[in-house]
C-alpha cells in the first residue's frame, strides 16, 4: 500500500511536491491517477534482473520478504538513474539487482566502509570489492565510495538521483551518527532527488530509546529526524510490512531470520514469523 504525505501538513502543495520531482518519483508518489503511465514504465528489465542469473540463491530466498520489485517501483528508479546504496555489504542484496539495472545508462555508487571500521566490517568491505572484481560484466562500472557519518562525500554532490538506504538507520542511532548521515545524503542527491528508507519498524507503545538496543526504529520518529534534516515524507509503502512481528525477543530484531542469533533455540518460531516488519519511507531533497 502506498500512501502520500497530506499536503496541508507538510506544508507543501501536492502541485508543488509533484513539479520538484523526476517524472518516475511523480508517478510513485501519485500511483492511483497516475496508474496508466505507471504501466508504462519500462519495468520488464528490472523483473528479469531480479529473477536473474547473477543473483544468488540465498538473495532470491529473501525475496518474499523485501519485495525488491515492488520498492524499486516505488522509489520510481529507472534504468538510468544515478543510484547511491548506503552500507550495501557483501551479500549485495540490493547491489545484484541495481547495479546491472543501472550500468548502461545511469550510475551506481556503493557506499561502503571507510578505514575507522572495526576488523569484521572491514573483512566485509574487502568481501565486497572482490565480489564486484569477479563480474566485471555487472559490477565493472561500479563507483565504490567511503561512507561514516558526513566525514566522507559519498557522491560528488548533487549528482545522485537516489540515496537508498536499508536497515541501517537503527545502527547510526545507536551510534549517534544519524544527523552527519543524513547532511551526507543530502549533499549527494539532487535537489528533487529522493532519500529511500527502511528499517526495522519499533513499538508505538515504548519509547525510541526503550527499544534501541532491539534494533527498531518508530516510524514516526525516523520520519520526523529525517524531515528535521531538510526533507520531506513524500510517500510510504506498506510492502514490508509483517503483523506476526511481536518485536518482544531475548535477541531483538536479530532473534528473526536470516540471522538467528539465538541459534537452533525456536528456530521454527522464528521462520514462521519471518523477517521482520519494516517501514518503507520516500523523502525528497526540497
Do not use: C
Amino acid at each position: 500500500m502506498l500512501t502520500t504525505r497530506n499536503a496541508h501538513t507538510s506544508g507543501f502543495s501536492r502541485r508543488t511536491v509533484l513539479a520538484a520531482l523526476p517524472p518516475a518519483v511523480v508517478i510513485a508518489a501519485s500511483l492511483a491517477p497516475f496508474a496508466a503511465s505507471a504501466e508504462a514504465q519500462p519495468t520488464d528489465r528490472l523483473a528479469d534482473l531480479i529473477a536473474g542469473p547473477q543473483r544468488s540463491p540465498g538473495n532470491k530466498a529473501r525475496d518474499q520478504y523485501r519485495h525488491p520489485y515492488e520498492v524499486l517501483k516505488f522509489f520510481g528508479v529507472r534504468d538510468n538513474s544515478v543510484v547511491v546504496e548506503v552500507l550495501p555489504g557483501s551479500a549485495g542484496y540490493w547491489t545484484e539487482i541495481l547495479a546491472p539495472y543501472v550500468k548502461d545508462k545511469g550510475l551506481y555508487v556503493a557506499a561502503g566502509r571507510d578505514p575507522s571500521a572495526s576488523a569484521g566490517y572491514q573483512a566485509d568491505h574487502a568481501k565486497m570489492l572482490a565480489k564486484y572484481a569477479a563480474d566485471p560484466a555487472n559490477y565493472g562500472k561500479v563507483q565504490v565510495t567511503p561512507f561514516h557519518a558526513d566525514t566522507y562525500e559519498i557522491a560528488t554532490p548533487g549528482s545522485a538521483d537516489f540515496v537508498l538506504t536499508f536497515r541501517n538507520m537503527h545502527n547510526w542511532l545507536e551510534r549517534k551518527e544519524i544527523d552527519g548521515a543524513l547532511r551526507a545524503f543530502y549533499k549527494a542527491l539532487k535537489p528533487g532527488g529522493i532519500l529511500g528508507v527502511a528499517d526495522h519498524r519499533g513499538r508505538t507503545d515504548m519509547s525510541q530509546e526503550a527499544q534501541m538496543k532491539n534494533g527498531y526504529v518508530r516510524q514516526d520518529f525516523a520520519t520526523d529526524l529525517i524531515e528535521k534534516a531538510g526533507f520531506k515524507l513524500i510517500g510510504t509503502s506498506e510492502v514490508k510490512a509483517n503483523p506476526k512481528d511481536t518485536k518482544d525477543y531475548p535477541q531483538g530484531v536479530w532473534s528473526l531470520p536470516p540471522t538467528y542469533r539465538e541459534g537452533d533455540k525456536d528456530r521454527a518460531k522464528y521462520a514462521a514469523i519471518g523477517e521482520s516488519d519494516r517501514f518503507v519511507l520516500m523523502f525528497v531533497k526540497s
